[in-house]
């Protein structure tokens, strides 16, 4: 690939007590992609997107966001920047309606006096905001963007999730196991969403261990093993027995030059 990627990672390191999580691990994620990370379980998949995503700061080594060197402290930080993360349990409030969910941590406060002295929010601009969006990714089969999200189904809920990320994601959707806890035809929906979303131009982080999803969905596919990025893979190239060959050391890892 001739252009720059969009974000990098060189030699992370992060250790907890003797345990070395990440070693020396590198990362690249080009503009307009879904790069799929796969990775056994204890290989540091999660180390390694907790660190991308601020949810961890690494002991050593350098991340980069569009060519400028960032230490995200925190995942708002990494919000801010532009880095959107839904982490498998999703972190939506049952209770809380979806257009709140959408903007739950970033309300919109009424204009002028109401919403700067009185806090007032400013719900009919949230929720018209909340229906393009949800109406954008083809997610309006939700009726009612009032009604509380505790009454969605798994897939649509995963959709919200996805839609927020989406929304406010200016740069980077990292997520992780999207379709884990769906049955088939909802896992469908949300794979559909994920190729929206990338058509958009938005680049995509896909953790999964679901590897039909990852073959059919991923442009490029990392494969991480003790704490390190063993190699990258054309899914054109390898079938998904390679991947899991690779990824359980069965086999020799290919030498694909990592931008594969």
Do not use: W
């Not at 990258?232 to 931008?259: E, H, W």
């Amino acid at each position: 690939m001739t252009q720059e990627p969009i974000l990098t990672a060189r030699g992370l390191v992060k250790r907890y007590g003797r345990v070395t999580a990440l070693d020396q691990a590198d990362f690249d994620l080009y503009p307009g992609e879904i790069l799929a990370v796969i990775g056994d379980n204890g290989a540091g998949k999660s180390s390694l997107i907790k660190a991308i995503s601020g949810a961890v700061t690494p002991d050593e080594g350098e991340i980069k966001l569009e060519g400028e060197l960032i230490n995200f402290r925190s995942p708002i930080e990494a919000r801010k920047a532009g880095i959107e993360t839904v982490y498998q349990n999703l972190a939506l409030s049952p209770a809380l309606s979806i257009a709140d969910n959408m903007f739950l941590g970033r309300e919109l406060r009424k204009p002028g006096i109401m919403g700067s002295v009185f806090r007032k929010l400013d719900r009919p601009a949230m929720e018209k905001i909340a229906r393009d969006k949800l109406s954008e990714l083809g997610l309006m089969t939700i009726q009612n963007i009032n009604q509380a999200v505790e009454t969605l189904s798994g897939g649509q809920r995963q959709g919200v999730a996805v839609a927020r990320a989406a929304a406010f994601g200016s740069k980077v959707i990292i997520l992780d196991e999207p379709t884990a806890a769906l049955g088939v035809k909802e896992s469908r929906k949300v794979l559909e969403l994920i190729l929206d979303v990338r058509s958009r131009g938005m680049p995509i982080v896909l953790i999964s261990h679901n590897m039909p999803h990852v073959f059919e969905v991923a442009d490029r596919i990392h494969v991480h093993r003790l704490g390190k990025r063993l190699c990258v893979i054309n899914p054109k190239d390898y079938t998904m027995s390679d991947a899991v060959a690779f990824m359980t050391g069965a086999r020799p890892a290919p030498d694909t030059g990592l931008a594969a």
